[in-house]
Structures are given as C-alpha cells and as structure tokens.
C-alpha cells in the first residue's frame, strides 16, 4: 500500500502574464485559455500527488467571477483536495495579482479529476490524501459530495446509494 500524503506536497504556483494574443475583444484573458493554463497546472498537482502519468477525466466546474486584462499577472495554484482509488480531485484557484497596488484580487476557480495511468493507459491506484489545514478539510470533505453527485449523474450510481448526499440533504452537513 502507497503511503498517503499531504496536500501541501501537490501546491503548484503558476505565474503568468497576459499577452494581448490572448484576449478577447473586451482586451480580457480569454477563457479558453484560462481553462488550458487551469488543466495544465492542475496537471502538475496530480503528477505530484501520484508521481505517475495522468490524463484529464473531467472538468467539473469552472467559474469565471472577476475579468483577467490585458498586462495582468494571474497566479494559478492548484493542489489535490481528495484522492480516490485512481481519480484525484484537483482544485484551482486563480488570482491577479497587482504589485503596483499590492493587491491580490481571486478571480476564479475551478474542479478537476485527474486519473493516474500506467504506460498502457490503464487506470492505477493512488496515495490516500490527508488534508491538514482547514480549507484542505472542507474541500476534501466536499469532495465526495462532489463525487457521488457527479456519478448519480453520469447514471453510475443510484441516488439511493448515496451517503454524503443523504446526510447534506437530512441537514446532518
């Protein structure tokens, strides 16, 4: 059995600069190219968490609350909130960041799920996560939620079967 690690051990930073290819007509990141930079970092973080391959499985939310201009520097951090038995669940936030003003405003945020894959693109187990902080509880308990919902969805599971949903729903969460 892999031991579990922490989420700390997944933190990725990524600081970049928006380019002015890179805008829409407004003159604001465009949002396809926040998603790329979002999956690539949360890439990392599951490559980190599992020190294996890993693809994509899905994008599970996405928000777009606060416009990146052009010139602006976005900071993207992602780390693993929770780890199944071969998917991990990635979150990222993303911030601009204004030294001039010294502020940091969040801009958005996003959900992935990564599987880690062997060289013959099979699924492989993973490390257990044992989030420390606050945050990390929260998201890593949310997770699940996350999880069951995605997979009543996805007609995988029954919503019968459900047990982080049952208790949100009776008002136990």
Same mark, same amino acid.
């Given at each position: 059995m892999q031991k579990s690690k922490k989420a700390a051990e997944s933190l990725t930073v990524m600081t970049n600069i928006v380019l002015p290819n890179e805008t829409n007509s407004l003159r604001n990141l465009f949002g396809g190219e926040l998603l790329s930079k979002m999956d690539r970092c949360a890439s990392i973080s599951a490559a980190r968490h599992c020190e294996r391959r890993v693809v994509t499985a899905s994008v599970n939310h996405v928000s777009f609350n606060h416009p990146i201009p052009e010139a602006g520097i976005v900071v993207l951090e992602s780390k693993v909130t929770r780890a199944f038995s071969t998917s991990m669940e990635i979150y990222v936030d993303v911030w601009l960041d204004d030294p001039i003003n010294q502020r940091k405003i969040h801009t958005n945020e996003g959900i992935y799920t990564f599987v880690a894959v062997?060289?013959?693109? /099979?699924?492989?187990?993973?490390?257990?996560? +044992?989030? +420390?902080?606050? +945050? +990390?509880? /929260? *998201?890593?308990?949310?997770? $699940? *939620? *996350? /999880?069951? $919902?995605?997979?009543? $969805?996805?007609? *995988?599971? /029954?919503a019968t079967d459900s047990v982080e949903l049952k208790k949100l729903f009776a008002g136990e969460i």
């Amino acid at each position: 059995m892999q031991k579990s690690k922490k989420a700390a051990e997944s933190l990725t930073v990524m600081t970049n600069i928006v380019l002015p290819n890179e805008t829409n007509s407004l003159r604001n990141l465009f949002g396809g190219e926040l998603l790329s930079k979002m999956d690539r970092c949360a890439s990392i973080s599951a490559a980190r968490h599992c020190e294996r391959r890993v693809v994509t499985a899905s994008v599970n939310h996405v928000s777009f609350n606060h416009p990146i201009p052009e010139a602006g520097i976005v900071v993207l951090e992602s780390k693993v909130t929770r780890a199944f038995s071969t998917s991990m669940e990635i979150y990222v936030d993303v911030w601009l960041d204004d030294p001039i003003n010294q502020r940091k405003i969040h801009t958005n945020e996003g959900i992935y799920t990564f599987v880690a894959v062997d060289e013959f693109n /099979k699924p492989v187990p993973i490390p257990a996560l +044992e989030p +420390e902080t606050e +945050e +990390e509880k /929260k *998201r890593f308990d949310a997770a $699940l *939620r *996350r /999880k069951e $919902l995605s997979l009543i $969805l996805s007609g *995988r599971m /029954k919503a019968t079967d459900s047990v982080e949903l049952k208790k949100l729903f009776a008002g136990e969460i």
